[in-house]
């Protein structure tokens, strides 16, 4: 993983990002034994994460298709870069929910995933690409699954749209939950990095692995 290392005491989400593109993000409840979901996306090579600008990047992690996964304030993001016409218009992500989970479900176009108590702990965003040139499509989410492990299938007719195209879908805090979200990305290393290069996103901010702030926001 690429963290996090550490928690913040006032998150209501926290975030890490795989260290190959064929391994699982994985978002959590801190404070809330078992509240986490992992988000393993299927047919990827496995090519190691970089971090880029504040973001971790895949590069190829498909035919002609870039992964770009943006752990913000607000969010937890996976966008696809589809550079060419190769690149895959479907992407299917097995969803493998921790023991604090009660139920994964669709709702109004919409993922949601459920504590023990009921509540929404974490539910997508609605889905769209964009292209080059502006157009903006809705992104199809259909939930399934594979023997008992939830599969969410991610669809988006390219037809008309101009390459390169940014498709996502992105995951937030529940409704119920309280609206200040803060992410972090503690002890940001590949396995094979040196302690010399840790860094840590808090709060949209890069700081360096003392607290200080590097002034680089996080983009949202």
């Known amino acids: 993983m690429l963290g996090p290392a550490g928690r913040q005491a006032l998150a209501t989400l926290a975030a890490s990002a795989p260290a190959s593109a064929q391994d699982a993000v994985r978002i959590e409840r801190p404070g809330e034994a078992g509240v986490s979901l992992d988000i393993r996306a299927t047919g990827r090579d496995a090519v190691p994460g970089r971090i880029e600008d504040g973001v971790v990047v895949y ?3 498909e035919p002609s298709t870039d992964v770009i996964v ?7 993001e996976e966008l696809r870069l589809l550079r060419g016409p190769e690149a895959p218009s479907v992407a299917r ?17 919409r993922i949601e995933v ?8 974490f539910q997508t965003s609605r889905a769209y690409a964009l292209d080059v040139g502006g157009t903006r499509r809705p ?4 939930l399934g699954s594979a023997g ?3 599969v969410l299938e991610a669809q988006v007719s390219l037809a008309g749209l101009r390459f390169p195209v940014l498709v996502d879908p992105e995951w937030v805090a529940g409704p119920e939950w309280p609206a200040e979200l803060l992410v972090a990305l503690g002890s940001v290393r590949l396995e094979h990095d040196s302690a010399a290069d840790v860094e840590l996103f808090v709060g949209g901010n890069k700081q360096d692995g ?5 002034g680089a926001p996080v983009k949202d």
């Open 59 to 61: 590069r190829r992690a």
């Open 70 to 76: 943006v752990l913000g304030a607000s969010r937890v």
């Open 93 to 109: 992500y097995e969803l493998r929910p921790g023991p604090g989970v009660s139920a994964v479900r669709q709702r109004a176009g």
């Open 114 to 121: 459920l504590d023990g108590s009921g509540r929404v702990a």
């Open 139 to 142: 992104v199809s989410l259909r």
């Open 148 to 150: 008992d492990v939830p």
């Open 210 to 214: 003392k607290g200080k702030d590097k």
